[in-house]
């Protein structure tokens, strides 16, 4: 919208562009104060946030308004909300930064088949990345908490729910091998939401044996620091586990 605007000498004619202000909800208000509070330094990590009543009177606005403002900084991740303690300002790290879409993910994964399959794409690009840089750096520790790892599933056997997670555990330790914690926590993530989609096929006879010599024969390459054969060890590996991860009821055969 533009207004115009009469010179009081006659006829010049300015167009002022109007931009109206929007008025915000107390809520907003309240949580772009209690941001920037943090992102000044003003609340460190581990620092308790300001009680209720406290916040109340500094802003002048009732408890609704401070409630929808501290929810919403624990959403983003930026504070931590016990019940009966004070809320307590987090450091932001990749686990908590990817754990703020879990939800989000998991719902476009349900929505698409091909959703589903393009994480598993992204899984098996990434994971080669992962187990290259495992075998060219892995320590004798790294490669003992790989069999240990490994140990912990084979014992898993006929426990399904422990078994999937010692499979998910083998695989994100692979990647902290590569001491990026970014690395770790996009494992972690993407492990959590094909989860969602693990079907009964695994614990199928014959399945989980499949598996742990599959993570044998990883460990050994990674073991020998030889990448281009641990990376077509994982490649085998997710190329056959993949149809492990099915909406229910569909999965393949």
């Not at 003003?42 to 620092?47: R, T, V």
């Not at 520790?141 to 399904?160: F, I, M, N």
Request: charged letters at 30%.
């Amino acid at each position: 919208m533009h207004i115009e605007v009469n010179d009081s000498s006659g006829g010049v004619h300015m167009a002022i562009q109007s931009e109206p202000i929007v008025r915000r909800k107390l809520s907003d208000e309240v949580f772009a104060r209690l941001k920037a509070l943090i992102e000044t330094g003003e609340l460190q990590p581990g620092d308790e946030m300001p009680s209720e009543r406290m916040l109340m009177e500094r802003f002048q606005v009732g408890r609704p308004a401070i409630r929808e403002a501290m929810q919403t900084l624990a959403n983003m991740g930026l504070i931590e909300i016990s019940h009966g303690e004070r809320a307590k300002v987090l450091q932001p790290t990749a686990q908590s930064l990817l754990r703020q879409v879990d939800v989000a993910a998991k719902i476009m994964l349900s929505a698409s088949s091909d959703s589903l399959e393009h994480l598993k794409n992204a899984r098996i690009f990434f994971e080669r990345g992962m187990v290259r840089e495992a075998a060219s750096r892995a320590s004798a520790a790294d490669v003992a908490a790989l069999e240990e790892t490994l140990k912990r599933q084979r014992a898993a056997l006929g426990d399904s729910d422990a078994f999937v997670t010692a499979d998910m555990a083998f695989h994100s330790r692979i990647a902290e091998i590569s001491g990026n914690p970014i690395f770790t926590a996009v494992s972690e993530a993407m492990l959590g939401w094909l989860k969602e989609y693990h079907t009964e096929m695994l614990i199928w006879t014959g399945k989980e044996n499949v598996t742990l010599s599959e993570h044998a024969e990883i460990i050994d390459c990674i073991r020998r620091g030889k990448p281009d054969e641990a990376e077509q060890a994982m490649i085998k590996h997710l190329e056959r586990s993949r149809a492990l991860y099915a909406p229910k009821g569909r999965a393949e055969s």
